[in-house]
């Protein structure tokens, strides 16, 4: 995998110049316990659907 022309590789976990790249942020998850094989999730670890707001800041690393 060629990086930007320059004839250097890139790592495969970089994303080319130029390509879009999605990020998916939860507020909460819900985790193990959705019944498939056991119990379920205790009531009072249940998530609620509701508004939630959060801020998140990206830095360089």
């Known amino acids: 995998m060629e990086?930007?022309?320059?004839?250097?590789?890139?790592?495969?976990?970089r994303?080319?110049?130029g390509e879009?790249?999605?990020v998916h942020l939860d507020h909460a998850q819900h985790?193990?316990?959705t019944a498939?094989?056991?119990p379920?999730?205790?009531p009072r670890y249940e998530l609620?659907?509701?508004?939630?707001?959060?801020v998140f800041r990206f830095t360089a690393v």
């Open 20 to 22: 879009r790249v999605h």
């Open 40 to 42: 379920g999730v205790l």
């Open 31 to 33: 985790g193990v316990g």
């Open 15 to 17: 994303p080319a110049e």
């Open 3 to 13: 990086h930007g022309g320059t004839g250097r590789r890139r790592p495969p976990d």
């Open 48 to 54: 609620r659907v509701g508004e939630a707001r959060f």
């Open 36 to 38: 498939a094989c056991g």
